[in-house]
């Protein structure tokens, strides 16, 4: 079956570096999506990865490996406004998203 | 603002009422989807429309209703539902359904739902 698998919940200091990792299963594979989600607001899109490496937007970068089926979300200089929870999508061979549960990130002062 | 409007936000309803949620979106997207977020579940998907043709229906219950009038508006009619119906349903729409690669999908705010 397919499957998406990413921790339930992660704690980190502001101004620290957090990285969520994301391993998938899919019948074929065409690309990984990140989406942040704040409580009570809805799911926005971060990064799509469909080439291995690593893609840099600002704070934020995220991480793809294909042939480990593996992904990661690298957070630097956290903020409180980080606080939300990150969702990993991977789009398999029939362009069908299949989504994790997602990853609370809980930000400490 | 992300172009996709839902409402009502909150709806209490009882099983034996009739209520519908709808959505908007004005990002000029021809798909769109309505999907059920549920505490620490991945998202599940429950239907969705490409050019107002529904493509998918993920074996969602009858009480379960969606209309796609037009390709900006979706509607999700509900009777009779269950507790365990009460849930975040989210709206989203995207340029084209399962197309190709990279097809990303813009979500609405949601409307969050308990069934007494």
């Known amino acids: 079956g397919q499957n998406i698998d990413q921790p339930t919940e992660m704690t980190a200091t502001e101004g620290a570096i957090v990285q969520i990792n994301c391993t998938y299963q899919?019948?074929?594979?065409?690309?990984l999506f990140w989406y942040q989600q704040h409580a009570g607001e809805a799911p926005t899109f971060l990064s799509y990865?469909?080439l291995d490496g690593l893609e840099e937007k600002g704070r934020f970068s995220s991480f793809l490996s294909r042939s480990k089926g593996y992904s990661y979300l690298l957070l630097k200089e956290l903020q409180m406004k980080d606080s939300a929870s990150y969702l990993c999508?991977?789009?398999?061979?029939?362009?069908?998203?299949?989504w994790g549960a997602g990853t609370k990130l809980i930000i400490k002062p | 603002e992300t172009g996709v409007t839902q409402t009502p936000r909150h709806l209490v309803m009882g099983m034996t009422n009739k209520k519908s949620l709808k959505c908007e979106q004005h990002l000029g997207h021809n798909a769109m989807y309505w999907y059920k977020q549920s505490a620490k579940k991945p998202l599940e998907l429950m239907f969705v429309y490409n050019f107002k043709e529904q493509t998918e229906n993920n074996s969602v219950p009858s009480r379960f209703s969606p209309e796609c009038p037009n390709s900006s508006h979706l509607f999700l009619h509900l009777h009779t539902l269950q507790p365990e119906d009460s849930a975040l349903y989210l709206c989203?729409?995207?340029?084209?359904?399962?197309?190709?690669?990279?097809?990303?999908?813009?979500f609405g705010e949601g409307s969050w739902l308990t069934v007494v």
């Open positions: 899919t019948s074929g594979f065409n690309g």
């Open positions: 990865n469909v």
């Open positions: 989203a729409s995207s340029r084209g359904d399962r197309e190709y690669s990279g097809n990303t999908i813009y």
């Open positions: 999508a991977a789009m398999d061979s029939n362009y069908q998203l299949i």
